[in-house]
């Protein structure tokens, strides 16, 4: 499997292309899970065509960048949380080259992958994992939440594709980003990969690479991130 975790759908911009051009072709099958969204956001089969299908913004948002790669529309499926099966989705896992999980919501991405019943057929999966945001999280074992208005502070299991580390999306230098980090180090003594939205990480076979923005921390870091807090803060 190789692991591939993302911000937004900005993949294709210059701080990453070169590190996925050989992972994403004109031949790539590639399958998105949009899972993450919210309870009522879409309730039904045809709020799920209204926000996804073909000619909507985020229909366009999502392809945009595996077009880029010379992905061809007629090889991009979806899953749709309505309509497909247990027997659908696997088949369409099976299927393809590359899953995609899109951001938003972990928790709510996580309950529909247990809905229909899936998530031991990605555990297995043998091709291309990405995601964006909380499709990046939940391919950890475990992950902590950034304080936002929809989260406090917290941790939430993943899928366990990958572990021993951490990540903090959408970074950017703010003091609650910056407690975050500090609290995840000293609760877990993992190391971070921070992932600004030009940043990513890129994992296979065990070899990371960081691709744009993105940098480590770790427990050595902390005194630093305590004199970055306090400088933000004023304390």
């Known amino acids: ?5 993302l911000n937004v759908s900005n993949f294709h911009e210059s701080w990453a292309y070169e590190a996925l051009a050989p992972y994403l072709n004109p031949d790539s099958h590639v399958l998105i899970l949009p899972l993450s969204y919210q309870e009522g956001w879409i309730t039904d089969a045809m709020e ?6 073909k000619g909507t913004k985020l229909y366009e948002e999502l392809v945009e960048p595996f077009f880029m ?5 007629r090889n991009i499926r979806w899953i749709n949380y309505y309509e497909d099966t247990h027997a659908s989705a696997v088949r369409k896992i099976e299927e393809a080259d590359v899953l995609f999980f899109t951001g938003g919501y972990p928790d709510w991405m996580m309950q529909r992958l247990y809905d229909l019943g899936i998530q ?7 091709g291309i994992v990405m995601g964006t945001s909380a499709g990046a999280l939940i ?3 475990e992950f902590h939440l950034t304080p936002e208005e929809d989260y406090e502070y917290q941790y939430q299991e993943g899928l366990g594709l990958l572990s021993g580390f951490d990540i903090e999306v959408h970074y950017e230098d703010t003091p609650e980003h910056i407690l975050s980090m500090i609290r995840a180090l000293e609760d877990t003594g993992k190391t971070i990969a921070v992932l600004p939205n030009k940043g990513g990480l890129l994992i296979e076979e065990g070899r990371f690479e960081l691709l744009g923005e993105a940098f480590l921390l770790d427990l050595n870091d902390l005194d630093e991130l305590y004199q970055a807090y306090d400088s933000l803060t004023g304390w």
């Open 48 to 53: 799920w065509r209204d926000r996804y299908g």
């Open 1 to 5: 499997m190789t692991n591939i975790l």
């Open 69 to 73: 790669y010379g992905v061809r529309e």
């Open 139 to 141: 391919q950890l074992d």
């Open 120 to 126: 031991e057929t990605i555990r297995a999966y043998d």
